[in-house]
């Protein structure tokens, strides 16, 4: 089973996606949420990391660890970027890309 | 009256400056009135804090803090090849060293709590700070962020769509719905002439915008001008000058303690501090109202360089110092009798399509918008707080635009500054800039956009496509403003910052959480498999014995009618619930008998197994 670490979790060379599912959590509604969440990541090819942070329907899907030639990544992300935009729970998703900051 | 063994104390003269009076922080008052910080969490997003220091070690925050690089609890900064990582702790012991325990340096919320969340010490992205922002946001209070996006006089960037809702969540939900303290500093790209209104973080309405100036009250070489800046405190200028004492780390090369943190990131701890010790006097203050409070007591001061201008609502705002110096005293006295800002109240234009060519200065683009009573009468706006403009424009080289903003009133704001460094042909695709230069003066009123071209003529005519103002502020009027600018300067004497005068605070919201399970799904997927597995095979080999052992074994019966063991008449008489009754003992029966004094159970005869062997006593 792959092991993701939560949002927290750092997969170096790893692709990932924040997105974020129309509003489904609410009180009780919390699990089905998680459960829509696992199920999209899988379609997607992806594993589902958990909610990011404190924010409400939106959670990290990573790829599993592992280096990918370029190819593979392209692969990888065009099947996630297919499956996102066209899923009808996603109001936005976004590939995680490195930002870039300075101590001041 | 304030003493410290700390060594260095006597060197930290943003605290108290004995060589020259004044420019210092004056904060001894409020130590002296016993205000330090208790009660209060600072966090430091930084590189990480090493908090087993001895200055540190003893206000540090365990539950507040975080590694979201190696993602475990502790941010303690690793050490690298540059000898880089002691940037946050140097932060931390500005806020919080401890004082009096003959070590280095001491805090300027001494009493308070600082914790770490180690972030930068990494690769970084939008969930990362998001993630970061909200970290244990019912614990800390206070978010000390000393970093950005490079200031390379080029750059235009600022949190991402996540980092902006985490932004957004941390002042609607932290600190029990009173709103998360996001202090930023606000650059250090002086010497590329950067602005920090292109920077997100900085020009952001959420958050606290710092600058710095030096001993001697000038704007240092690495400041940023800014319309978007609060304040301004205290940090190391040129070589000449002091810069601010601190604890450092003792690792690598550190020495637990340094006489050289500077920039602009030495200034916005400092005000973190300071509004550690603002929330120590009255904990329910909103994030507004510690913004309101900063405009209101910020102090200008004599700077020939400076462009101070006076705006309708009284307030002295300019690009180098925003509205000004952050004294403690004035932050602390007039956070001791503050009620509350009323609700934020926004307004928002139409999306303003133009497609107008830029000229080349000295001529410029005018557009307009009229915002109009009936415009606000909805949301019931009638005093600006922030006002900020989204601009799409398009141009070959995006540092030769200038873009200025007049409110109503005629203040200006120069939003978007040239910068010679910054050749992007990309234009800008929806970016926002922002001012606070018109706080407090009345939001109705016509607005204009004033855009211009500073390069030369080589170059095709930038174009501005469209444009939205976006206003925010509260119902308070002019006069309200008047008002409690007095009720402030009143308070200025001390004579409310004491234990006996105290305003009532409502209680905050209960928010929960998010609870970090430990196990994964998966994890308990698994869990649950191999459970079952286990209970498979105990109820197949009980089975299994159960079968192979019943043909050997005689049938469970006793020899003669079982008798009940005597029980503890002690307990019988406190009445006791339960009685535990062994299923068989092996005594001699005519000992049983004898003891036995209970109902008489019959029971088969036993089997051929029992013959001959101590009879079992039921």
């Known amino acids: 089973l792959p092991r993701t670490g939560g949002p927290e979790a750092r997969s170096p060379g790893g692709l990932s996606w924040a997105v974020h599912l129309d509003n489904l959590e609410g009180k009780g509604q919390e699990e089905t949420a998680e459960q829509k969440a696992d199920a999209l990541a899988r379609a997607a090819g992806l594993v589902n990391a958990g909610r990011i942070g404190e924010l409400q329907g939106h959670y990290l899907f990573v790829h599993p660890a592992g280096h990918h030639s370029d190819q593979q990544a392209e692969a990888i992300r065009q099947q996630a970027e297919a499956v996102l935009a066209r899923h009808e729970a996603v109001h936005w998703h976004s590939e995680q890309k490195l930002l870039k900051r300075a101590k001041r | 009256s304030v003493h410290f063994n700390d060594p260095k104390y006597p060197q930290q003269w943003h605290l108290n400056n004995w060589r020259s009076p004044g420019r210092d922080i004056n904060v001894t008052g409020v130590w002296e009135r016993n205000v330090t910080g208790r009660g209060v969490t600072v966090v430091v997003v930084d590189d ?28 303690m900064p690793h050490p690298d090849a540059e000898n880089g990582n002691h940037h946050g702790t140097r932060c931390a012991g500005e806020i919080a060293a401890v004082p009096n325990n003959s070590f280095c340096a001491v805090g300027v919320a001494y009493g308070s709590r600082i914790a770490g969340i180690r972030l930068l010490d990494g690769p970084l992205t939008d969930s990362m700070e998001a993630v970061a922002f909200n970290k244990h946001y019912q614990i800390n209070d206070i978010y000390s962020c000393s970093w950005g996006p490079d200031d390379d006089g080029k750059t235009v960037d600022g949190p991402h769509q996540l980092g902006k809702a985490a932004l957004q969540h941390g002042v609607m939900a932290g600190r029990q719905g009173f709103g998360s303290i996001f202090v930023v500093a606000s650059g250090n790209g002086g010497q590329h002439n950067d602005n920090c209104n292109y920077d997100g973080y900085a020009n952001s309405i959420y958050t606290v915008t710092i600058g710095a100036v030096d001993e001697d009250g000038r704007m240092p070489f690495y400041a940023e001008e800014c319309a978007s800046m609060l304040a301004v405190t205290f940090s190391g200028g040129d070589k000449m ?3 601010i004492v601190t604890t450092d780390w003792d690792l690598q090369k550190g020495t637990g303690c340094t006489e050289g943190h500077t920039g602009t990131s030495a200034a916005a701890p400092l005000a973190a501090g300071m509004i550690a010790l603002m929330l120590q006097v009255r904990p329910c203050l909103t994030w507004r109202d510690v913004q309101h409070i900063i405009v209101f007591t910020a102090t200008q001061y004599e700077d020939r360089h400076a462009d101070w ?34 609700y934020l109240a926004s307004y928002v234009s139409p999306v303003l399509k133009e497609n107008k060519a830029i000229p080349l200065s000295p001529h410029s683009l005018e557009v307009l918008w009229n915002v109009s009573r009936t415009d606000l009468a909805m949301s019931g706006l009638q005093t600006l707080e922030h006002v900020a403009v989204t601009v799409s424009i398009t141009h070959p080289r995006r540092g030769s635009l200038e873009l200025r903003l007049f409110c109503p009133s005629g203040m200006m704001s120069l939003i978007g500054a040239p910068r010679s460094m910054d050749s992007d042909p990309s234009g800008f695709e929806d970016w926002t800039f922002s001012t606070v230069r018109c706080w407090g003066e009345r939001a109705r009123g016509s607005y204009r956009l004033v855009v211009r071209d500073v390069g030369d003529e080589t170059l095709p005519a930038g174009t501005l496509h469209q444009w939205r103002l976006t206003l925010y502020g509260s119902a308070w009027s002019p006069g309200d403003i008047r008002d409690r600018q007095r009720l402030l300067e009143d308070a200025m004497s001390g004579k409310y910052l004491h234990d006996g005068f105290s305003l009532p605070c409502p209680p905050g919201l209960r928010i929960p959480e998010e609870v970090a399970y430990p196990i994964t799904p998966n994890t308990l997927k698994t869990l649950v498999l191999v459970g079952c597995f286990a209970a498979f095979w105990t109820v197949y080999y009980v089975l299994e014995v159960y079968l192979s052992q019943r043909d ?49 159970i019959a029971a088969a005869a036993p089997g051929p197994g029992l013959r001959g062997r101590e009879e079992q006593v039921c």
Request: glycine share 6%.
């Open chain 2, 48 to 75: 990480g804090v090493e908090h087993t220091i001895q200055d540190i070690a003893p206000n540090y925050s365990p539950e507040g803090s975080y590694d979201l690089n190696s993602n475990d609890p502790d941010p």
């Open chain 2, 552 to 600: 050997v074994a005689s049938p469970p019966v006793c020899q003669r009618p079982c008798r009940w063991l005597p029980r503890s008449r002690k307990a019988r008489e406190e009445g006791a619930e339960l009685e535990s009754v062994p299923l068989c003992s092996s005594k001699d029966p005519v000992e049983a008998e004898a003891e036995a004094a209970g109902p008489v």
């Open chain 2, 241 to 243: 000058l002091r810069s």
């Open chain 2, 309 to 342: 201008i006076t705006n309708e609502a009284g307030f002295s705002h300019s690009h180098q110092h925003g509205f000004g110096l952050l004294k403690a005293w004035r932050l602390v006295n007039a956070a001791k009798i503050w009620t509350s800002v009323p």
